[in-house]
């Protein structure tokens, strides 16, 4: 599937030049004059504010987090209040905990959600009736938005596991980010920490995996239209194949690394990332994007896309080199000025991704890029003089060769549902509750009195 490698954008100094007029660089030094960081500034009228331009090396979309609902109310009579009380104080946990901190106390919230699945596949079982009861409200974590209002135990279940994936990949993205830098004044990523990057997409793949396969198919058509662009199938399916792209994407920058890492292993590794970010687009595509991070995902796609394709190119190019027939070199300079080409097209895509709203920032050159930035211009270069007279006499030959085939080696991590609560195989319960018809005339008591 092919990407339009024309993204009609304006100059890229110019834009960043715009940029510049509204982000400067503030070190700010203590006492003695020493440099201790630096902050992004925006200047206002009047006074200087302080703006944080987050840096984004994993894509994370909107995070949402549970909002406000009466779950006691919906559920009074039919279950043990002992359990609703559970159901409903883990809930209010987890909402309370991702407001406070902003979702980065990530282990707190995994554990608490892990709690809560618990309880909350007791509400999807059709054995106890209760699937449609409770009216679950979702929110939009980064500016307190509410995105749904839905009376299905299934929505609750699938925003549990979209809020799951989403503190995965923020969290595989903390990973990739150093919070400081080597004596040598370049920033480190140890290996382990990208190792365990590609163990959470993988982990992240595996949440949203289940959720297109397990759960959306027990959600009503009718619901499922009014659900959250974010929610939407294609999305879903998009943002896990591009998990596993960003895993082979570090993959190779680790082999690129290594010594012991063959030419071969490499364009296989960045053929394997193209055909992620292809089909990650494909899914992408018949979405609907006119939404919060909607744009700005297509944008990351693409660059991802653009930047594998160049990989691509520049190694099979130099797998042909390694060829005695005239054809051979011919075909490696194509590769090689294909791949300069795409280099170029893909720092556009990237610019545009950071534009996109909500602005970010690219993170410094690293893994494969930061080899690839300095060498693909080099080769091409080089190659295309090297061998200038052959692309003289050889103009009929002179097309790009098709890229390799492979089979995709990571796939997302297998997931399965916690066990249900044991509260829900009590049989203490069963004695307790009223029954369905008693619990509504009850509310519609209530209603009256009120």
């Not at 923020?170 to 400081?180: C, N, R, V, Y």
């Not at 570090?250 to 296989?268: D, N, P, Y």
């Not at 053929?271 to 609907?288: H, K, P, V």
């Not at 797998?319 to 027939?325: A, F, I, P, R, T």
């Amino acid at each position: 599937m092919e990407i339009s490698a024309a993204l009609c954008l304006p100059k890229a100094s110019f834009l960043f030049h715009s940029l510049s007029l509204y982000t400067d660089v503030i070190f700010e030094k203590n006492p003695q004059g020493k440099k201790m960081g630096c902050t992004y500034s925006v200047y206002g009228l009047g006074r200087k504010k302080k703006l944080s331009i987050p840096e984004v090396v994993v894509f994370v979309p909107c995070t949402r987090i549970p909002a406000q609902c009466d779950v006691q109310r919906a559920l009074k009579g039919l279950i043990p209040r002992d359990l609703i009380d559970r159901l409903s104080c883990v809930r209010n946990r987890i909402a309370l905990v991702a407001e406070d901190t902003g979702g980065s106390a990530i282990n707190e919230l995994q554990q608490a959600l892990e709690e809560y699945l618990s309880i909350l596949i007791g509400l999807t079982k059709k054995e106890h009736g209760l699937e449609g009861l409770v009216e679950f409200k979702w929110k939009i974590l980064q500016d307190g938005r509410q995105e749904n209002c839905v009376a299905n135990a299934w929505f609750e279940l699938l925003s549990v596991l979209h809020m799951m994936a989403m503190l995965t990949f923020s969290e595989a993205d903390t990973l990739m980010i150093p919070k400081d830098y080597s004596g040598s004044g370049f920033r480190v990523v140890s290996t382990d920490c990208k190792r365990d990057a590609v163990d959470l997409l993988l982990k992240a793949a595996g949440y949203l995996e289940f959720c297109v396969r397990n759960v959306l198919c027990c959600i009503p058509a009718e619901i499922k239209k009014s659900l959250s662009k974010d929610l939407q199938e294609g999305v879903l399916e998009a943002i896990s194949i591009q998990a596993l792209g960003q895993g082979t994407e570090i993959q190779l920058g680790l082999a690129v690394e290594s010594q012991k890492a063959t030419l071969s292993v490499k364009r296989r590794l960045a053929c394997e990332q193209l055909i992620y970010y292809s089909q990650a687009y494909q899914c992408l595509s018949g979405c609907d994007l006119n939404h919060g991070y909607g744009k700005k995902h297509m944008w990351f796609i693409k660059w991802k896309f653009l930047e594998a394709k160049a990989a691509a190119y520049y190694y099979h190019g130099l797998v042909l080199d390694k060829g005695n027939e005239p054809t051979c070199h011919i075909g490696a300079v194509c590769c090689f000025l294909a791949a300069q080409e795409l280099l170029v097209e893909s720092k556009k895509a990237c610019l545009s991704f950071c534009l996109a709203a909500p602005v970010t920032r690219a993170p410094p050159l690293w893994g494969a890029m930061k080899h690839l930035h300095q060498k693909i211009p080099e080769v091409a270069s080089r190659k295309s003089q090297m061998y200038g007279y052959l692309l003289e006499q050889e103009k009929a030959h002179q097309s790009l060769p098709e890229l390799p085939d492979f089979q995709l080696s990571l796939r997302p991590d297998d997931y399965e549902l916690p066990d249900i609560d044991p509260a829900w195989d009590s049989e203490k319960w069963e004695n307790q509750s009223q029954p369905l018809k008693e619990h509504l005339k009850d509310c519609e008591d209530e209603i009256e009195t009120e």
